[in-house]
């Protein structure tokens, strides 16, 4: 086997979790992936398509699904055989901040003279701290970093890693003789065209070092082979607690607005999707944003490509019948996602200063999808919002039940906490006093640090002026319990799934109590009897996350194509 130039690995979000007693809690109930975050971002897909198009060989290494998958897979033996030019690790959302550094100080222990790349949003925010880590050799800044990464990369494989040579690498932060220097941001593409996204590569790959555990996008999978295709890096809107705002994008990237992926390059990515797998399709970003021609093109380019399997796609406002009539007549399955945030229309306009909508707009959009031939439609609501109180989630939960007596079954709610984290570059992590935060963590290391904390309350970096930690763990249980019966009583879950959500947010309150003890008031027996406990009751306690997945029918994936994909 030729030598593999680059390495990517994604860590788990603690690197000790599996002897760690850590209540994570609800925090990630609404995503496909665990507590241990073990998703890794479709960022080292594109980097791995970039590369190999240019001739390098590049592996992706799940590093959380695989210590997930086994507890006595050894990460640093694992770690201590590879041999590439360069390893890259993603510290791409907040919550890799432990997990992200304690896997390059092993790659550093193992490998001292090979380089390691960090990239992603977080690494771009806090950029100038991670240098400052011995394990951590460069920084790619921003949320295109494909170009850069093969200047580096060419850098580091002729031996060109002197002053001059890495100067002329844009984007990158590094450190010559102990002093910081910050590259230019000179790559900014105003187009996601400049590099595709292609499955048939980590296919290949999967076959090449004979490890399909390492390439999975998250544990479960394989059950829920969900996919994403990007329209968007950005937005337009700008929500105070959001990573990816207008606001956010200019810290990021010094960018004013989003950019997007043309409709044929989307097209393009979905039907390669749909050629080895029949899962679901989630389309990232709210089409809308790139204006009316981009939509009429798309949606006429999906038409065209017939494609059998659900198409997902978000609204970030209400949508006018015209746009859901076109949808409907382009795709033969397709379901919306909607994220008023809250019911309260007060709450919602302190969260979004760019775009307000009210209640009776979403639900004309409502009205017009359930007509349609819309299979499925979820509302997504949050706790730790401005201006939100106590009162008002259980308020939320009221409007939920409006919803189940005013639809069928396709549409289901649900509701979960902001966290663990702010989003750093965001309103309220910039400016937490002003839009009615308490922000309880501010470098990289405070939440490398917070992280570790026993219960999901002390690992929270904030609270707000209307609620506490305490407050916002308390409502989070309260509207969650409230919130399955009701999807009980109006036929959104089974007698089965009803009985399990309210056996595990028993348990997980009690767990609460429990933890509130001090730490060393719980001797070494006690913290192993619990772990087991924590991690059952870490996950799917607001909901079950098995009301996420879309049913897939027949054989989840097509074996004719992954044969095709194969052979080209």
Not at 102 to 118: C, G, N, R, S
Not at 333 to 353: C, F, G, I, T, Y
Not at 485 to 501: A, G, P, V
Request: glycine residues 4%.
């Amino acid at each position: 086997m030729s030598k593999v130039d680059l390495v990517l690995l994604h860590p788990p979000s603690v690197y000790d979790f599996r002897k760690k007693s850590i209540f994570y809690g609800p925090v990630s109930d609404l995503i496909p992936s665990s507590p241990v975050f073990e998703m890794y971002p479709l960022g080292f897909l594109t980097i791995q398509s970039y590369l190999e198009e240019q001739g390098y060989k590049v592996r992706i290494v799940n590093l959380a699904v695989r210590m997930m998958k086994d507890e006595n897979f050894d990460a640093r033996e694992f770690i201590s055989k590879l041999d590439p030019k360069a390893f890259g690790i993603d510290l791409h959302w907040l919550p890799h901040a432990h997990g992200s550094l304690e896997v390059a100080k092993i790659v550093k222990e193992e490998h001292p003279d090979t380089p390691v790349i960090f990239g992603g949003l977080s690494s771009t925010y806090f950029h100038e701290e991670l240098v400052d880590y011995q394990q951590v050799d460069y920084v790619l800044r921003g949320d295109c970093t494909e170009v850069p990464f093969l200047k580096l990369l060419k850098n580091i494989e002729n031996n060109n890693t002197d002053k001059d040579s890495l100067e002329k690498v844009p984007n990158l932060t590094w450190q010559d003789e102990e002093q910081t220097i910050i590259n230019k941001l000179d790559f900014n593409p105003d187009s996601l065209d400049y590099v595709d996204l292609r499955p048939e590569i980590m296919i290949k790959n999967v076959f090449r070092y004979h490890d399909l555990e390492s390439i999975l996008p998250f544990d479960g999978w394989l059950n829920n082979p969900i996919t994403t295709v990007f329209s968007v890096k950005g937005c337009k809107q700008g929500c105070i607690t959001c990573g990816r705002s207008v606001c956010t994008n200019e810290h990021y990237n010094k960018r004013q607005g989003p950019i997007f992926r043309s409709p044929a390059s989307m097209v393009k990515n979905m039907k390669k999707i749909a050629q080895f797998s029949r899962g679901p399709i989630f389309i990232v970003g709210d089409i809308r944003q790139a204006g009316g021609g981009y939509v009429s093109e798309f949606l006429n380019r999906l038409n065209k490509a017939n494609l059998k399997n659900e198409i997902v796609f978000e609204l970030f406002s209400p949508a006018s019948g015209k746009f859901l009539k076109k949808i409907d007549e382009s795709v033969q399955n397709w379901s919306l996602e909607l994220s008023p945030e809250s019911h309260s229309e007060v709450v919602r306009k302190a969260q979004d200063r760019t775009i307000f909508y009210t209640n009776e707009e979403m639900e004309r959009t409502l009205d017009i999808a359930t007509e349609l031939g819309c299979n499925r439609i979820d509302v997504f609501f949050m706790i730790g919002l401005p201006r939100q109180t106590p009162k008002s989630v259980q308020e939320t939960i009221d409007y939920c039940e409006y919803l189940f007596e005013k639809y069928d079954e396709r549409l289901s709610c649900f509701i979960s906490p902001m966290g663990p984290f702010l989003d750093p570059g965001s309103l309220a992590f910039e400016h937490p006093e002003k839009m009615g935060y308490k922000k309880l963590a501010h470098t990289l290391d405070d939440h490398r640090k917070q992280l570790t904390n026993s219960s999901w309350e002390e690992i929270l970096s904030y609270e707000t002026d209307w609620m506490t930690r305490k407050e916002i763990v308390e409502q989070t249980y309260s509207a969650a319990e409230r919130l399955n019966k009701l999807k009980h009583k109006y036929d959104r879950i089974d007698d089965q799934t009803n009985e399990n959500i309210t056996n595990r947010i028993s348990q997980a309150k009690k767990l609460k109590e429990l933890l509130e003890k001090k730490d060393e008031e719980l001797d070494f027996v006690e913290h192993l009897k619990l772990r087991g406990e924590i991690d059952k009751y870490s996950i799917s306690t607001v909901c079950d996350k098995t009301e996420l997945d879309w049913p897939v029918k027949f054989i989840k994936f097509k074996l004719s194509g992954i044969f095709k994909m194969l052979l080209a």
